[in-house]
């Protein structure tokens, strides 16, 4: 009687302690860089108590890991990475409403996907898209200075140019989206072509071509134009540039998944992700976006992106679905194949 008594009380306590556990907890997907993953993890932790498991990978690779999980989601919130895939998993359902409170701190920039989703998606950064080059190995094979899209069309860059592919990083999507709205298609196209011949590798990520520029393995990354200021302020050779005929950018975003099992946990989240000192801690990992919380402070060193030439970029119709797919297939079949 004694252990049937035992058993039934620790299966009371377990039954009783479970919710608990369960709330406690959050996965989490990140799309940024690992340093700044890894700040807002132990942050959050600190902050909430809450115990975070967290994925690190490129926006284009989440996006196919919660389409993979649609029927069984293991992920409760993804945060960071170019907004766009953000966008088309809110329009194939993969994502969920939430009005956060710090809704009413945010740019208007930052309220558009917000807006445009029903409240699937909402902004927590901006950055202008560019490249970035080294200026020891520019200086030492006799390189011109780039100062524009079409400058890196020139023979001498080619197999110096390393960028990443349209389909697995969101930064090179948006170079693809920017092209296409700078030149129109057809020129958009024809330019990805003449680039493709200077393309010494595609990566994964969208970040990988400016650190190996940093490492002096090539000379010029495509990168937003804060992930080149970045390397430079670590002590690295490199310049940014903002090119000179315009640029596109991005909305760096955060979604809640649908099915989500630490759904008051992926709240809370949202809500720490918006407030205006979480955000201006993102400098201490060299991370200089424009934040989306209008109180959080920009680092010194951040790209002035009044300076820059931005586009009016479509995220409405470059982020969808359709549009998405229609434009990486047409990369795909008429930039790929070619040689280099």
Same mark, same amino acid.
């Given at each position: 009687?004694?252990l049937?008594r035992t058993?039934?009380?620790?299966l009371l306590?377990?039954?009783?302690?479970?919710?608990a556990?369960?709330a406690?907890?959050?996965?989490?997907?990140?799309s940024?860089?690992?340093p700044?993953c890894?700040? &807002?993890k132990?942050?959050?932790?600190?902050r909430?108590?809450?115990?975070?498991? +967290?994925?690190?990978?490129?926006s284009?690779?989440t996006?196919?890991k919660?389409?993979?999980?649609?029927s069984?989601?293991k992920?409760d919130?993804?945060?960071?990475g170019?907004?766009?895939?953000?966008?088309? !998993?809110a329009?194939?359902?993969?994502?969920?409403p939430?009005?956060?409170?710090k809704?009413?701190?945010l740019?208007d920039?930052?309220?558009?996907p917000?807006k445009a989703?029903?409240?699937?998606?909402?902004?927590i950064?901006l /950055?202008?898209? /560019?490249?970035?080059?080294?200026?020891?190995?520019l200086a030492?094979k006799? &390189?011109?200075v780039?100062?524009?899209?079409?400058d890196?069309?020139?023979?001498?860059y080619?197999?110096?140019? &390393?960028?990443?592919?349209?389909?697995t990083?969101?930064?090179a999507?948006?170079?693809?989206a920017?092209?296409?709205?700078? %030149?129109?298609?057809?020129g958009g %196209?024809?330019?990805?072509k003449?680039?493709?011949?200077?393309?010494s590798?595609?990566?994964?990520?969208?970040?990988a071509?400016?650190?190996?520029s940093?490492?002096?393995?090539i000379?010029?990354?495509?990168? %937003?134009?804060h992930?080149a200021v970045k390397?430079?302020?670590?002590?690295?050779p490199?310049e940014?540039?903002?090119p000179?005929?315009?640029?596109?950018?991005?909305?760096g975003s955060a979604?809640?998944?649908k099915?989500a099992?630490n759904?008051?946990s !992926?709240?809370?989240?949202i809500?720490f992700?918006?407030t205006a000192?979480?955000q201006? +801690?993102?400098a201490q990992?060299?991370?200089?976006q424009?934040p989306?919380n209008?109180?959080a402070?920009?680092a010194?060193? !951040?790209?002035?992106?009044s300076?820059?030439?931005?586009i009016d970029y479509?995220?409405?119709l470059? /982020?969808s679905?359709?549009e998405?797919?229609r434009?990486l297939k047409?990369?795909?079949?008429?930039?790929?194949v070619?040689p280099r």
């Open positions: 009687m004694k049937i058993i039934f009380f620790s306590f377990l039954l009783i302690a479970l919710p556990y369960s406690g907890r959050l996965t989490y997907y990140c940024t860089d690992i700044w890894e700040l &807002m132990k942050e959050f932790e600190k909430t108590g809450i115990r975070v498991a +967290m994925t690190r990978a490129s284009g690779e996006l196919t919660i389409r993979a999980e649609k069984n989601p992920g919130v993804w945060w960071g170019t907004g766009d895939p953000h966008l088309q !998993a329009e194939e359902g993969l994502s969920q939430y009005n956060s409170p809704l009413k701190e740019h920039w930052a309220i558009t917000h989703t029903g409240g699937k998606t909402v902004g950064y /950055g202008a898209l /560019g490249y970035g080059y080294n200026k020891e190995l030492k006799g &390189m011109p780039p100062k524009c899209w079409n890196l069309l020139h023979s001498a080619k197999d110096e140019i &390393m960028m990443a592919y349209p389909s990083s969101g930064t999507y948006t170079t693809l920017s092209m296409v709205q700078l %030149f129109g298609e057809d %196209f024809n330019y990805m003449g680039l493709h011949r200077n393309i590798q595609y990566t994964k990520s969208g970040s071509g400016i650190k190996a940093a490492r002096g393995e000379t010029i990354g495509v990168v %937003f134009v992930g390397q430079a302020v670590k002590g690295f490199i940014a540039v903002a000179c005929e315009g640029t596109g950018y991005e909305i979604s809640i998944i099915g099992r759904l008051d !992926a709240k809370k989240f809500d992700a918006l000192d979480v201006s +801690m993102s990992v060299k991370s200089y424009v989306s209008k109180n402070v920009s010194p060193e !951040a790209p002035d992106v300076s820059i030439k931005l479509n995220h409405a470059y /982020g679905k359709a998405r797919t434009l047409k990369w795909d079949a008429e930039v790929k070619l």
